[in-house]
T-cell receptor, first 114, second 111 residues
Framework: DADVTQTPRNRITKTGKRIMLECSQT?????MYWYRQDPGLGLRLIYY???????NKGEISDGYSVSRQAQAKFSLSLESAIPNQTALYFC?????????????FGEGSRLTVL | TQLLEQSPQFLSIQEGENLTVYCNSS?????LQWYRQEPGEGPVLLVT?????EVKKLKRLTFQFGDARKDSSLHITAAQPGDTGLYLC???????????FGGGTRLMVKP
């Protein structure tokens, strides 16, 4: 079983709909992240959380919100989806501490907004 | 413009050839990581470099961090079809800072 699990893996929705992508992890890591991947742009950080009570905006947080329900769960919401939010979304985890450690990624959630 | 520029964006080569992928920036990074991503999966860490001029080898892959810690390269010797994938570099400006990713190099190695 994957250490970082994302659901759903694929979703097609319409403009204006509310969408939630969920992430759960069994690695015991404190830090969790949501990234968006678009061709040629690499991975861009949407939101991150260093512990259950900590939520921080990344470089492209507009149009998104998150919830850290527990150490192991971090969900991403699109309140009113728009076509340019069509992308591959990744959840990731890392250990805490001073260094910039390894990121462990889920398998991704492909979202298409029509 | 991205903070980290990767080149080339696409590379298609024959099995057995050598190749180099570049990751460049005008900014200094405290550390730089390389990830490989295969279709349908998330990126997986290959290596982290933290010292200017550092060279690390992982079987047929050689990673180098520039002396000024502004750039890095990945060299693959005798590429194999199993090397096919998207290679991403990612840098941290300061220890504990969020990673910034390059745009990626998509490599295809034909048998």
């Amino acid at each position: 079983d994957a250490d970082v699990t994302q659901t759903p893996r694929n979703r097609i929705t319409k403009t204006g709909k509310r969408i939630m992508l969920e992430c759960s992890q069994t690695k015991g890591h404190d830090r969790m992240y949501w990234y968006r991947q678009d061709p040629g742009l690499g991975l861009r950080l949407i939101y991150y959380s260093f512990d259950v009570k900590d939520i921080n905006k990344g470089e492209i947080s507009d149009g998104y919100s998150v919830s850290r329900q527990a150490q192991a769960k971090f969900s991403l919401s699109l309140e009113s989806a728009i076509p340019n939010q069509t992308a591959l979304y990744f959840c990731a985890t890392s250990l805490g501490g001073k260094g910039t450690g390894e990121l462990f990624f889920g398998e991704g959630s492909r979202l298409t907004v029509l | 413009t991205q903070l980290l520029e990767q080149s080339p964006q696409f590379l298609s080569i024959q099995e057995g050839e050598n190749l180099t992928v570049y990751c460049n920036s005008s900014s200094v990074f405290s550390s730089l990581q390389w990830y490989r991503q295969e279709p349908g999966e998330g990126p997986v860490l290959l290596v982290t470099v933290v010292t200017g001029g550092e060279v690390k080898k992982l079987k047929r892959l050689t990673f180098q961090f520039g002396d000024a810690r502004k750039d890095s390269s990945l060299h693959i010797t005798a590429a194999q079809p199993g090397d096919t994938g998207l290679y991403l570099c990612a840098g941290a400006r300061n220890a504990g800072n969020m990673l910034t990713f390059g745009g990626g190099t998509r490599l295809m190695v034909k048998p």
